[in-house]
């Protein structure tokens, strides 16, 4: 049954990516059909998560799959809080995929509890991961919001107004979710960082910074301070956040690249 709920949800957020995908063709703004989808979608993933709770006694933190799972979950979240304001609702064109990719790397690598136990357990184990995915996923939504800040900045300088002048949000809109996504995502994966590292150092088990999922932390904690920075100066922000926030994106997706291809440990940080 949560292998069914899980199917269920990546049909329907395909379903709403799909609608996004022929609103952005058309050059039109996105109805509630959309909206329903996404929270629909939503709704039959927490069924499974919670399902996956009642059956196994913890939450679906470990392991690539339920992992997996969990983070798409917290994307979603900011995708439908983008969904119900017409403003930012097209910024589920970029942040829908990475759900997709993430849900379906879950049901195929299996929703299960992963097979080797793991000391890091309770409550700090709880608060460190959730927190982390809460971060990456408002960084996501950030990240999301600046090129497609960077795109609508372009076209409008360029006077094209084409499919993208008409179908994504104008740019105090689409600054104003960079920033709400990084006053939720920084704050949230410092939180789980130093839950992390407080743990082990209280353990006596050291910061442990040749685990790829610690350095990956740290270089996404680092590059999105300098995009918060950025906007911090005086001046234009807008489009200079913007420029920052795409470039801490592109670091921490390519780090994320290397560390998931040199990791010896099968599931990486997941």
Do not use: C
């Not at 960084?139 to 179908?167: C, D, W």
């Not at 995502?185 to 960082?193: D, H």
């Not at 920075?229 to 997706?253: D, L």
């Amino acid at each position: 049954m949560i292998l069914v709920l899980h199917l269920i949800a990546l049909a329907l957020y395909l379903t709403a990516w799909v609608l996004q995908l022929r609103g952005f063709r058309q050059g039109k703004a996105l109805g509630e059909l959309e909206v329903t989808a996404v929270g629909a979608g939503l709704g039959v993933h927490a069924a499974g998560i919670l399902l996956y709770a009642l059956a196994y006694r913890s939450l679906p933190l470990v392991g690539i799959g339920p992992a997996s799972s969990s983070l798409a979950f917290a994307i979603g979240l900011f995708v439908f809080a983008a969904s119900v304001r017409s403003d930012v609702r097209s910024a589920g064109l970029f942040l829908l995929p990475p759900m997709l990719l993430l849900l379906g790397e879950a049901i195929l690598m299996g929703i299960e509890p992963a097979g080797r136990q793991i000391a890091f357990r309770g409550p700090w184990f709880v608060l460190h991961v959730s927190t982390v995915f809460v971060g990456y996923a408002g960084l996501a939504a950030a990240s999301a919001a600046s090129i497609m800040y960077v795109l609508q900045f372009r076209t409008l300088k360029r006077k094209e107004f084409g499919s993208v002048f008409r179908f994504f949000p104008a740019l105090p809109a689409l600054d104003r979710l960079n920033k709400i996504g990084l006053a939720v995502g920084f704050p949230a994966l410092t939180i789980g960082l130093i839950a992390g590292w407080s743990w082990t150092l209280t353990f006596g088990r050291g910061l442990a910074l040749e685990d790829p999922g610690t350095i990956l932390g740290i270089v996404t904690w680092g590059a999105y301070l300098v995009a918060i920075v950025a906007r911090m100066r005086p001046g234009p922000r807008g489009e200079r956040a913007a420029v920052v926030s795409v470039i801490a994106f592109v670091v921490t997706f390519a780090a994320f690249l290397a560390l998931r291809i040199t990791a010896g440990e099968t599931g990486f940080f997941l």
